[in-house]
Every structure is written in structure tokens, then in C-alpha cells.
């Protein structure tokens, strides 16, 4: 069977950044299916082209058995017009190499809603090869810019709003990777049973061999890992950062791995207040992850309040965390909480340093078995929940079903 997965910003392991089409793919391919991927090759946090074209528009590769096309799409650096001309030019590209790329036919497409353009292309070529379209739900658009401050009545907002409930309808299936999604789409009259809930997850064998263990080291070191975005809200451990240290918790240091549009202005704060405790690093690949995670004592989540967050959340970077096996500081108003329901941590509100320092704090003094417990909890959760063959028996049931 040939799967077609329509992702403008899927990614191999070696680049930064969540894998989960590659990875979901991966294990499709071992089961039997024939899974090509359609992703652009600008990277959308390092802002920059992965791939050499040439005079080519497109390149096809294979990436450890999952073959990939590389859409070339219009540059940006960055949410101005012409991320939106990146977004139309990858969905518009994408439809004209997958009506004359030289590959079977697929039997089934499925676009992902990293935004709704490229989930229209992929429901456009389903009815130009006639075969089910599959839609799933990453961010709820146009939802998530109303609910950041774009008002409902922007005339891109109304365009999404008119394209997101086309869509709904069309689609065979819907795939949700929030828990909670099936209230907002459902109150836009799509029936129920049209929905699942597939989250995000881990590959554990790229956790295997890394040790559950606390180095002994000078510094106690809590980290983030990721985008630096404006939903991300890193001023906060910035501000905890500074409580630390008035507080003459000298060998507690906060670290900052990744890269995003928020990155330079913090790093000029930090700079200009005199952080010498916080350290910013360049970002990694994604099967490096676990490694740079297993370094660290403590791990942190953070988002804005924001009342998108009520349909849950399904992080990437969560997952990864808890799959680490070390103890996460989650501050989020997020309607879904793992760590909190298998004490995987510590839970404070969002968008309050004060609570962040006294938790890094109390997870400072607290003993290693203590940390090492809850890190294990995360792991075991994961290990049942969100390993990748267990959310990929969801996928192909939903396939199945389809077809």
C-alpha cells in the first residue's frame, strides 16, 4: 500500500526539530507500507535551505528506508508576507510534483495541518487520483491566531475560517494530535466518530542506551530545549535566572538549547542584566536530543497563558522530556498535564518566575532517588502511551478503516 503524508515542515533526525512523520513512517515501512513524504527543505527555525537543488524544484531522497520529496519553497526570516509566500509556494509546488512525479499512486493522502494550504493540496490530489483524504489537526487554524490576538474578523482569518470547515467536511477522517480538539471541531458540526486522537510521541530506541543516571558534576543544571518563540515565553527563566542568583544560588545554571525568533533578544537581555548563570547553545538534531537531555538535572516546559491551550497540548519536546527519564518543572495552563497526573514533577503556574526559582529549588535540594522516581514515572508513562508502535496501531487502524 502507498501512503502520501503532506507536511511542509517534516524533517529527518539530523536536522533539529519534532520528527514525527518520519518516525511514524519509519514504522509504517516496517510493517509493509510504502510511505513517501512531501516536506519543504527550508528549515522553519534555523530559517534557512537544508537541501542543494541545483536548477531542480524538487529532490526525491531516502532517509533510512523513508523516502522523502523536498519541495524548493520561497525563503523567510521572519511572520511576515512572505512566510505566507513560503506556505503557498510549498503547497502550490507540492501539487504540481505530485501530479507528475515519476511513483505509484498512492492509495491513500494525508495532509497535516502544520497550516490548512498545504492540507488543501493534499485534498486536492486525492480527488485527482481519486483515493481517501485523511486529514490531521496539529494547530486549530484560524482558532490558534484569534486566540494569540489577530481579530476574527481579519480577512486571512476569515479565509482560513471558510477553508478549515471545507475541509472538516471532506475529509474521511479526521486525526487530532490534541486530546481535547474533538470539542472545537465537533462545535463546527463534524460528527464525532469522524475523529481520533493519534498525539505526538517517542521513539524509544533512541533512549535505550543512555543510562538513567546523575553525573556527578560542579553545577546543577536545569534545561530547555527547542524554539525560542514568542508562545515558548522564555522571559520567565530569565526572570527566575535573576531570582536565583539574588539569592546566591550560585551553582544552579540554566541552559537554553535551540533557536527561533526570540533567540537574539533574549541572549541581549541576559547580556545586558548581568545573567552570567544562563547559557544559550545552538540547536541539535533530533537524534541527539536524548543525549543532551541525559546531562541535565532538571528539564523545563513552558507556554504562555493562552486559552488555545484548553484543547490540550501534544508536544513534541514534552514527550522527549519525559521519555529522558529526569524530573520536569511544567508551567502551563494547558488543559493536559502528564507530568502532574504521574508525578513526573513539579507543576506551577504559567507565567510566574517566582514559582519556576522555588521549584528549581526545591528539586535542588531534594535527593537524587527523589528525581530519579519521578523521572522514571515519565518514562514508564511514555513507554505505554507514546512509543511510536503504539501510536502507529492507531494510524493504521485509521487507514484501514478508510480504505
Given at each position: 500500500m502507498n501512503i502520501w503524508i503532506f507536511n511542509h515542515y517534516a524533517i529527518t533526525p539530523d536536522l533539529p526539530g519534532g520528527t514525527r512523520h518520519f518516525d511514524f513512517s519509519k514504522e509504517l515501512t516496517e510493517r509493509g507500507y510504502n510511505v513517501t513524504i512531501f516536506a519543504s527543505s527550508f528549515?522553519?527555525?534555523?530559517?534557512?535551505?537544508?537541501?542543494?537543488?541545483?536548477?531542480?524544484?524538487y529532490i526525491i531522497e531516502d532517509y533510512d528506508g523513508v523516502k522523502f520529496v523536498w519541495i524548493k519553497t520561497f525563503p523567510y526570516s521572519k511572520n511576515d508576507w512572505r512566510r505566507v509566500l513560503n506556505m503557498l509556494s510549498y503547497s502550490v509546488r507540492a501539487y504540481n510534483v505530485a501530479k507528475k512525479i515519476d511513483m505509484e499512486?498512492?492509495?491513500?493522502?494525508?495532509?497535516?495541518?502544520?497550516?490548512?494550504?498545504?492540507?488543501?493540496?493534499?485534498?486536492?490530489?486525492?480527488?485527482?487520483?481519486?483515493?481517501?483524504?485523511?486529514?490531521?489537526v496539529r494547530d486549530l487554524w484560524p482558532q490558534t491566531l484569534?486566540?494569540?490576538?489577530?481579530?476574527?474578523?481579519?480577512?486571512f482569518v476569515i479565509l482560513l475560517g471558510i477553508l478549515e470547515k471545507f475541509l472538516y467536511k471532506r475529509a474521511q477522517k479526521i486525526i487530532s494530535v490534541l486530546p481535547k480538539a474533538y470539542e472545537y471541531i465537533t462545535s463546527l458540526g463534524i460528527p464525532l466518530e469522524k475523529i481520533e486522537w493519534i498525539p505526538n510521541g517517542v521513539d524509544l530506541k533512541r533512549v535505550e542506551h543512555i543510562e538513567n543516571n546523575f553525573e556527578k558534576k560542579t553545577r546543577f543544571k536545569v534545561l530547555y530545549t527547542g524554539v525560542h518563540g514568542i508562545t515558548d515565553g522564555l522571559d520567565i527563566l530569565l526572570d527566575s535566572a535573576k531570582i536565583l542568583k539574588e539569592r546566591g544560588y550560585?551553582?544552579?545554571?540554566?541552559?537554553?538549547?535551540?533557536?527561533?525568533?526570540?533567540?537574539?533578544?533574549?541572549?541581549?537581555?541576559?547580556?545586558?542584566?548581568?545573567?552570567?548563570?544562563?547559557?544559550?547553545?545552538?540547536?541539535?538534531?533530533?537524534?541527539k536530543v536524548p543525549e543532551i537531555l541525559s546531562k541535565a538535572d532538571v528539564l523545563f516546559f513552558n507556554l504562555l497563558?493562552?486559552?488555545?491551550?484548553?484543547?490540550?497540548?501534544?508536544?513534541?519536546?514534552?514527550?522527549?522530556?519525559?521519555?529522558?527519564?529526569?524530573?520536569?518543572?511544567?508551567?502551563?495552563?494547558?488543559?493536559?498535564?502528564?507530568?502532574?497526573?504521574?508525578k513526573a514533577g513539579?507543576?506551577?503556574?504559567?507565567?510566574?518566575?517566582?514559582?519556576?526559582?522555588?521549584?528549581?529549588?526545591?528539586?535542588?535540594?531534594?535527593?537524587?532517588?527523589?528525581?530519579?522516581?519521578?523521572?522514571?514515572?515519565?518514562?514508564?508513562?511514555?513507554?505505554?502511551?507514546?512509543?511510536?508502535?503504539?501510536?502507529?496501531?492507531?494510524?493504521?487502524?485509521?487507514?484501514?478503516?478508510v480504505l
Open positions: 528549515h522553519y527555525s534555523l530559517l534557512r535551505e537544508t537541501k542543494d537543488y541545483g536548477k531542480s524544484s499512486k498512492p492509495d491513500v493522502i494525508i495532509g497535516s495541518s502544520v497550516h490548512l494550504f498545504a492540507v488543501y493540496t493534499a485534498y486536492l490530489l486525492s480527488k485527482y487520483y481519486k483515493v481517501p483524504f485523511i486529514m490531521e484569534i486566540d494569540m490576538g489577530v481579530s476574527r474578523w481579519n480577512p550560585s551553582d544552579i545554571v540554566i541552559e537554553l538549547v535551540g533557536d527561533g525568533y526570540e533567540k537574539k533578544r533574549l541572549m541581549k537581555r541576559a547580556l545586558e542584566e548581568g545573567l552570567d548563570n544562563v547559557f544559550f547553545k545552538d540547536p541539535v538534531k533530533k537524534d497563558a493562552k486559552d488555545t491551550f484548553k484543547y490540550g497540548i501534544s508536544s513534541n519536546k514534552l514527550f522527549d522530556y519525559l521519555a529522558s527519564g529526569r524530573p520536569i518543572i511544567f508551567a502551563s495552563n494547558a488543559s493536559n498535564n502528564p507530568v502532574e497526573e504521574v513539579i507543576t506551577v503556574p504559567p507565567e510566574d518566575p517566582e514559582a519556576v526559582a522555588e521549584a528549581i529549588i526545591n528539586l535542588y535540594k531534594m535527593s537524587e532517588e527523589e528525581r530519579l522516581k519521578m523521572g522514571e514515572n515519565g518514562r514508564k508513562y511514555v513507554k505505554e502511551y507514546h512509543d511510536i508502535p503504539v501510536l502507529v496501531d492507531k494510524l493504521e487502524k485509521v487507514i484501514q478503516e
